[in-house]
């Protein structure tokens, strides 16, 4: 299984392998997920980007089976890929921090009186 979700804003991808037992029924898929229209720099901004990857890897891991085998492998498609994603979205929201701490600090400081 495959699974590589690109955070588009500044665009950075990844993949997930989750173990080789995965057979038939393994998930492969690449996905886009746009962030730019959320300021990440917020608790609210974070848990959007959180729901928007969450809902995409539901989707993308869904095999439709009923059977405990079928529900294994959608478990491990969306484990390895929360895993493969919360890395990327750390960073994402990282750097959106960082430069408003960068922006800040170039404005002027005023001398106290």
């Known amino acids: 299984m495959r699974i590589a979700l690109a955070l588009i ?3 950075f991808a990844f993949a997930a392998t989750p173990s080789l037992a995965a057979g038939p029924n393994a998930t492969d898929f690449d996905e886009n997920v746009k962030y ?3 300021d990440l ?3 609210k901004g974070v848990s959007l980007l959180d729901e928007r990857v969450k809902t ?3 989707r993308k891991c ?3 089976g009923r059977d405990s085998a079928s529900i294994r492998l959608e478990r491990a498609c969306r484990k390895s890929a929360f895993a493969a994603a919360e890395t990327q979205v750390r960073v994402a929201v ?3 921090r960082a430069n408003q701490v960068r922006l800040a600090s170039k ?3 005023a001398p106290e009186a």
């Open 56 to 58: 995409i890897i539901r």
């Open 107 to 109: 404005e002027p400081v």
């Open 9 to 11: 804003a500044s665009t």
């Open 94 to 96: 990282s750097n959106a």
């Open 62 to 64: 869904a095999n439709g």
């Open 41 to 43: 720099t917020t608790e």
């Open 36 to 38: 730019a229209d959320i």
